[in-house]
């Protein structure tokens, strides 16, 4: 053992944990590390992928098959802790091109146009529907525009209703009448023509 020891000297060790250190991160199993949380698994004559992970992934898998010179390229997206079936059939080889996040996980791709996107506001209403102190119902225009109101009113038995637009002035409002009607509602409005 004295033999074994001493031709093993400190740099000789050194090196041999250098080369195994090497070999391990250089090893097919060093690539399905902390990144890749997604793997195909053949399954007869088709292939399953399968998500590790407990985030959501979008894998891109290439299909070469033969006799063909261009591969396949299809884009999926699998959630955390699931699998799916791809739909490659017959002979061909598949393989997992790029793994990304998901849109809204951590690490998921930036919209490069548009870093920093906005929700759309809402068009900005101006005629809303109160209740005047007769008990009657009133279409109120708070902006400074003239505005064109279509309303529906409903019986009770519900059924088609009956539509009628209205005129509203600007910062005013008009009394709508129910004509027998259960329900009146405000469909839309438009700038007046």
């Known amino acids: 053992m004295k033999v074994v020891f001493n031709a093993l000297s400190a740099p000789g060790l050194m090196l041999l944990a250098g080369l195994a250190f090497i070999a391990l991160v250089l090893s097919p199993v060093a690539e399905a590390a902390p990144d890749k949380c997604t793997r195909l698994v053949p399954t007869g004559a088709r292939e399953n992928l399968i998500n590790e ?14 006799g063909n010179e261009m591969p396949v390229t299809r884009s999926f997206n699998i959630q955390p802790k699931s699998q799916i079936t791809v739909p490659f059939l017959g002979p061909g080889r598949s393989r997992i091109t790029s793994e990304l996040p998901c849109k809204g996980e951590p690490g998921a791709a930036e ?11 809402a068009p900005e209403t101006c005629v809303g ?8 119902i009133s279409l109120v225009n708070k902006c400074k525009k003239c505005k064109a109101a279509l309303i529906e009113r409903q019986s009770k038995a519900g059924g088609e209703g009956k539509r009628q637009a209205y005129r509203v002035s600007p910062q005013s409002a008009i009394e709508v009448l129910s004509n027998g009607a259960a329900k009146i509602a405000l469909l839309a409005e438009v700038d007046c023509p």
């Open 129 to 136: 529907m109160q209740r005047s102190l007769g008990g009657g």
């Open 53 to 66: 992970c407990s985030k959501c992934r979008i894998v891109n898998i290439t299909r070469k098959r033969p």
């Open 111 to 121: 919209n490069l146009a548009d870093p920093n996107p906005r929700k759309k506001k």
